[in-house]
């Protein structure tokens, strides 16, 4: 049997899931046991990395570097593409993985394999066409008659941290980036979802990449030491705003690129097409249950079509089922765990009794979330002001448009921002006037495809994902001055 599957001898089938450092499968001496959050039973066993198997796998990213730097784009895109078509073989198995670990609904956990199918192509993509630029020295006396070059080469090794939401995907957006670009690099995984980034891994050591490349660290151990570790030369980190807080202290002079959370803010203008703007944001609240750094959580809609609109939203909510995540039929899975799902319970209701009405759903099975839909809620309501995660949304009324650009310009996280209008002129007013990492117009702040620049401002984060940037990001830029 092959150790990348090695099953444990019980009534289920479990996964004993290994390190791979320096292109070796390791085991760890003590492990933890992954639970599925809507049955309870065991889906695998994952390595709590050590402090001496992350300074092996720093160590083999460090001796690799020059080797993966040293590697043409052409054979960077290769083992990209390989990959690509291994995961096309196996997408229907490793969708089923990520179901069952993480809860997520099997329709969502699908679109989401389809996603790294597109992340990896993307980057291969994107390895033939890393490029500096000339410089104009002409434009001076001084300058007059040189030629200067401004060239990207690799940063080095690249440390990839990655969260359980979006676990596959996540990972895809720092591995095959980094890779591309010339780098090595060690990921750790989160701790809920290692089993289905371990089908990621396997893809990359199936498809022939050279040892050392990619190293792979699990556990709640070993991102605190990998962070600041000072052979890593950037850090690459999506998850919480408090985390991503933590890493950007502890990096120092490194580079760093922080995807972080969201409050989801949707402005539905009095223009607006309502057939059309209320079934997006009522399945973009609840998809992934709500589990997304820019998830629909605060909707604005006009007072001159608020009731409306608040009526077609909540009949949206309630068709949505909920139940096995396996069941293709299913739309909204369990949050990653009962604790998770005991916190927005809990916020839910504290929202309803200070005053909040609750037009659907609000309540909570094991680790399941009904869809929820709240008005009259206030901004001082943790599922206002803070970052739900969960399948809860809350609609407010406005009427001073230019309000509502200062009142989401003014908030803390600034990660996505959507608008619905018919009006050229308010769209254009809100593209320039909402400090956000994106203003989404006709749409929800949940949209996102994988070749954009992904990513926010203010404490939502520094820097920007997507293959091309992140290879930008994951690239250093050095002057060259020709003196001729």
Same mark, same amino acid.
């Given at each position: 049997?092959?150790?990348?599957?090695?099953?444990?001898?019980?009534?289920?089938?479990?996964?004993?899931?290994?390190?791979?450092?320096?292109?070796?499968?390791?085991?760890?001496?003590?492990?933890?046991?992954?639970?599925?959050?809507?049955?309870?039973?065991?889906?695998?066993?994952?390595?709590?990395?050590?402090?001496?198997?992350?300074?092996?796998?720093?160590?083999?990213?460090?001796?690799?570097?020059?080797?993966?730097?040293?590697?043409?784009?052409?054979?960077?895109?290769?083992?990209?593409?390989?990959?690509?078509?291994?995961?096309?073989?196996?997408?229907?198995?490793?969708?089923?993985?990520?179901?069952?670990?993480?809860?997520?609904?099997?329709?969502?956990?699908?679109?989401?394999?389809?996603?790294?199918?597109?992340?990896?192509?993307?980057?291969?993509?994107?390895?033939?066409?890393?490029?500096?630029?000339?410089?104009?020295?002409?434009?001076?006396?001084?300058?007059?008659?040189?030629?200067?070059?401004?060239?990207?080469?690799?940063?080095?090794?690249?440390?990839?941290?990655?969260? @359980?939401?979006?676990?596959?995907?996540?990972?895809?957006?720092?591995?095959?980036?980094?890779?591309?670009?010339?780098?090595?690099?060690?990921?750790?995984?989160?701790?809920?979802?290692?089993?289905?980034?371990?089908?990621?891994?396997?893809?990359?050591?199936?498809?022939?990449?050279?040892?050392?490349?990619?190293?792979?660290?699990?556990?709640?151990?070993?991102?605190?030491?990998?962070?600041?570790?000072?052979?890593?030369?950037?850090?690459? @980190?999506?998850?919480?705003?408090?985390?991503?807080?933590?890493?950007?202290?502890?990096?120092?002079?490194?580079?760093?690129?922080?995807?972080?959370?969201?409050?989801?803010?949707?402005?539905?203008?009095?223009?607006?097409?309502?057939?059309?703007?209320?079934?997006?944001?009522?399945?973009?609240?609840?998809?992934?249950?709500?589990?997304?750094?820019?998830?629909?959580?605060?909707?604005?809609?006009?007072?001159?079509?608020?009731?409306? @609109?608040?009526?077609?939203?909540?009949?949206?909510?309630?068709?949505?089922?909920?139940?096995?995540?396996?069941?293709?039929?299913?739309?909204?899975?369990?949050?990653?765990?009962?604790?998770?799902?005991?916190?927005?319970?809990?916020?839910?209701?504290?929202?309803?009794?200070?005053?909040?009405?609750?037009?659907?759903?609000?309540?909570?099975?094991?680790?399941?979330?009904?869809?929820?839909?709240?008005?009259?809620?206030?901004?001082?309501?943790?599922?206002?002001?803070?970052?739900?995660?969960?399948?809860?949304?809350?609609?407010?009324?406005?009427?001073?448009?230019?309000?509502? @650009?200062?009142?989401?310009?003014?908030?803390?996280?600034?990660?996505?921002?959507?608008?619905?209008?018919?009006?050229?002129?308010?769209?254009?007013?809100?593209?320039?006037?909402?400090?956000?990492?994106?203003?989404?117009?006709?749409?929800?702040?949940?949209?996102?495809?994988?070749?954009?620049?992904?990513?926010?401002?203010?404490?939502?984060?520094?820097?920007?994902?997507?293959?091309?940037?992140?290879?930008?990001?994951?690239?250093?830029?050095?002057?060259?001055?020709?003196?001729?």
């Amino acid at each position: 049997m092959s150790v990348r599957a090695m099953e444990v001898a019980t009534t289920t089938r479990i996964v004993r899931v290994p390190m791979l450092i320096g292109g070796e499968w390791r085991y760890g001496a003590t492990e933890y046991e992954v639970r599925d959050p809507y049955r309870g039973e065991a889906v695998s066993l994952v390595p709590e990395s050590t402090a001496e198997d992350l300074d092996a796998a720093i160590a083999a990213a460090v001796a690799a570097k020059d080797a993966a730097a040293a590697t043409p784009g052409y054979e960077r895109a290769a083992l990209l593409d390989r990959v690509g078509r291994l995961l096309a073989e196996r997408a229907d198995t490793i969708a089923e993985i990520m179901t069952r670990e993480t809860g997520k609904a099997l329709k969502d956990s699908r679109a989401e394999i389809a996603r790294s199918r597109d992340t990896i192509r993307l980057s291969a993509e994107e390895a033939v066409r890393i490029q500096g630029e000339h410089v104009p020295l002409d434009a001076t006396a001084m300058g007059a008659g040189k030629l200067a070059m401004l060239l990207r080469f690799p940063v080095g090794v690249v440390a990839g941290i990655t969260p @359980f939401n979006a676990p596959f995907n996540l990972a895809a957006h720092k591995v095959a980036p980094a890779l591309a670009a010339g780098n090595t690099i060690v990921l750790k995984p989160p701790p809920q979802a290692a089993l289905v980034v371990h089908k990621l891994v396997e893809l990359f050591v199936d498809a022939g990449v050279p040892a050392g490349f990619l190293n792979v660290v699990y556990g709640n151990t070993v991102g605190p030491l990998l962070v600041r570790d000072p052979r890593v030369d950037f850090v690459t @980190f999506t998850g919480s705003t408090r985390v991503g807080a933590e890493i950007k202290a502890a990096s120092g002079l490194r580079r760093v690129a922080l995807e972080l959370g969201g409050t989801g803010q949707t402005i539905v203008h009095a223009d607006a097409d309502i057939e059309e703007a209320a079934p997006v944001c009522a399945r973009n609240a609840m998809r992934l249950a709500g589990q997304s750094c820019a998830s629909v959580q605060n909707i604005y809609a006009h007072e001159s079509l608020y009731d409306r @609109f608040v009526e077609r939203v909540a009949e949206e909510v309630r068709k949505l089922r909920i139940g096995d995540p396996l069941d293709p039929d299913t739309d909204v899975g369990t949050l990653i765990d009962e604790a998770a799902a005991r916190r927005v319970e809990s916020w839910v209701k504290e929202a309803v009794e200070r005053g909040a009405k609750l037009l659907a759903g609000g309540g909570r099975h094991g680790a399941q979330i009904e869809p929820t839909l709240l008005v009259d809620v206030d901004p001082t309501m943790q599922v206002v002001c803070n970052e739900v995660f969960g399948p809860v949304a809350s609609i407010q009324r406005y009427s001073d448009l230019d309000a509502m @650009f200062r009142l989401v310009s003014d908030a803390p996280l600034g990660l996505q921002c959507g608008i619905y209008t018919k009006s050229l002129e308010v769209a254009i007013r809100a593209a320039r006037r909402i400090r956000s990492g994106a203003v989404i117009i006709n749409g929800t702040s949940t949209w996102r495809t994988d070749q954009l620049p992904y990513g926010g401002v203010k404490n939502s984060g520094i820097g920007r994902e997507g293959p091309h940037y992140a290879i930008r990001e994951m690239t250093e830029e050095r002057l060259v001055v020709f003196n001729l």
